[in-house]
């Protein structure tokens, strides 16, 4: 009896139904256990739908680490090139953006986000793209991310050559770009301010803008013009996107 009632299909059934219950569904997750998901790549009712067909969405699928992790990497080895005799002259002189070169160099407006005036400059910019870059982009998608990160960088460099002539190097007007966007999209962010002070990332936004407003014109050898141009760079590509569901693809 007992074995005719384990091939009979709705005896089978009847004995499943309560060991789906007591499971209470984990099964699915138990099968998803140690597989990365591409959340981000599943609209807000958590169906899937048709990954990114962008190009780079594709080249960032490819590669084996993320866009933010790139940038980085770049930046690290321009920073180590400096100590080479011929690397130090080919950086000051080919990557460095000057507005006097501007036109003839245009290349420039790319490679200074990639030059850093020391290590300290180095460091505290690597230490924003490593935590704000990498939680932008694993929200937004590498594409965009990109998007963003660049045209912050560009518009910031336009802004301080329309008020200062003095050579640029570093990826902060860039990196303030990332800030406003997270602002705008993720306002639950809360940082460390001065690895001491816990504040949200709109209250940490709005200081330094005002940090900035204030010491326009100073004479201290920091572009503050470009933080304000990526700044708002960034909060506008960040209203455009407010709208858009949240995914997380990494």
Same mark, same amino acid.
């Given at each position: 009896?007992?074995?005719q009632?384990?091939?009979?299909p ?10 789906r219950?007591?499971?209470?569904g ?6 998803r ?11 807000e009712w ?6 990114? *067909?962008?190009?780079l969405?594709? @080249? ?10 790139v ?11 400096e100590?080479?005799p ?19 160099m245009?290349? *420039?407006?790319l *490679?200074y986000m990639?030059?850093?005036g020391g290590f300290?400059?180095l460091?505290f ?5 490593f935590?704000?870059?990498?939680e ?5 998608g590498?594409?965009?991310?990109l998007? @963003?990160?660049?045209?912050s ?6 802004a ?15 990196l303030y ?6 602002a @705008?999209?993720?306002?639950?962010i ?7 002070i816990p504040m ?16 326009m014109?100073?004479?201290d ?8 141009a990526g700044?708002v ?7 455009m ?5 949240q995914?997380y693809?990494?």
């Amino acid at each position: 009896m007992q074995l005719q009632q384990n091939f009979c299909p709705s005896a089978r059934s009847a004995q499943e139904g309560p060991a789906r219950d007591r499971w209470g569904g984990l099964g699915p997750l138990l099968a998803r256990a140690g597989r990365r998901e591409d959340y981000r790549r599943r609209d807000e009712w958590g169906d899937p739908i048709t990954p990114g *067909t962008g190009l780079l969405d594709r @080249i960032g699928a490819l590669m084996p680490v993320s866009y933010s992790g790139v940038i980085l990497l770049i930046c690290i080895l321009v920073f180590f090139l400096e100590y080479i005799p011929i690397g130090h002259e080919f950086v000051q002189n080919y990557l460095v953006l000057a507005r006097n070169h501007a036109l003839e160099m245009p290349w *420039t407006i790319l *490679t200074y986000m990639f030059v850093h005036g020391g290590f300290n400059h180095l460091f505290f910019n690597m230490l924003y793209l490593f935590f704000f870059g990498m939680e932008l982009e694993r929200r937004v998608g590498s594409g965009e991310f990109l998007q @963003i990160y660049i045209l912050s960088g560009i518009f910031a460099a336009l802004a301080q050559m329309a008020v200062s002539s003095a050579p640029m190097v570093g990826a902060s007007g860039a990196l303030y770009g990332v800030l406003g966007c997270l602002a @705008i999209i993720a306002p639950e962010i809360r940082l460390l301010l001065f690895f001491m002070i816990p504040m949200s990332i709109r209250w940490a936004v709005v200081l330094f803008a005002l940090i900035d407003l204030l010491f326009m014109g100073s004479a201290d050898n920091i572009a503050h013009m470009a933080h304000i141009a990526g700044l708002v760079v960034g909060l506008a590509f960040g209203q455009m996107m407010k709208g858009q569901a949240q995914y997380y693809y990494r």
